[in-house]
């Protein structure tokens, strides 16, 4: 029996597209995110729906 080969080059594989998208869903949360907080922050103090 021959033992299965395995890269130890030290180099790194290529990005795939499963990568790509994990990094393009990240900034699309991250960017989402910092416009929802800055779109509540027109709105005055934290909680916006209480009645003064």
């Not at 021959?2 to 597209?17: A, E, F, V, Y």
């Not at 499963?18 to 800055?38: E, K, N, Q, R």
């Amino acid at each position: 029996m021959s033992t299965p080969s395995s890269d130890k080059s030290g180099r790194k594989s290529p990005l795939n597209i499963y990568t790509v998208m994990l990094m393009l869903s990240f900034i699309a949360l991250t960017t989402g995110s910092i416009l929802l907080f800055m779109e509540l922050q027109r709105y005055g103090s934290w909680p916006q729906w209480t009645i003064k």
